[in-house]
Nanobody
């Protein structure tokens, strides 16, 4: 069964940290770019970070949304079929449901796709993990 499963969300105080995990099963995540997205009620889904696959390269391309600059670190462990998102210095406005998604995208294409909320171009989506940041 093909799926992505997010975990690691929870309730944290302002200034705190969380590490989200995105675990793939049923397919080889190493062939895919992976993006993280946030959804809050009444707003469009927002892309916050992405990481390219490492096909033909020793380094992955990474991107972060400006609103999270300096507070996020994305990494992948293809041996574990997992992508991680470290989130530091969390703020109440970071609250939302966080989703990961995988797409067969080049490093060049994945950034505008992620910035656009991942519409139409991602192949697999997880069901999300909730992050609540209290003030």
């Amino acid at each position: 069964q093909v799926q992505l499963v997010e975990s690691g969300g929870g309730l944290v105080r302002s200034g705190g940290s969380l590490t989200l995990s995105c675990v793939a099963s049923g397919f080889h995540l190493d062939l895919y770019a992976v993006g993280w997205f946030r959804q809050v009620p009444g707003k469009e889904r927002e892309g916050i970070s992405c990481i390219s696959n490492m096909t033909g390269s020793t380094d992955a391309t990474k991107w972060y949304a400006e609103s999270f600059q300096g507070r996020l670190a994305i990494a992948r462990n293809d041996a574990e079929n997992t992508v991680y998102l470290q989130m530091d210095n969390l703020k109440p406005e970071d609250t939302g449901i966080y989703y990961c998604a995988a797409g067969r995208l080049s490093a060049t294409i994945m950034i505008p796709v992620t910035m656009g909320g991942g519409k139409y171009a991602m192949d697999y989506w997880g069901n999300g993990t909730s992050v609540t940041v209290s003030s």
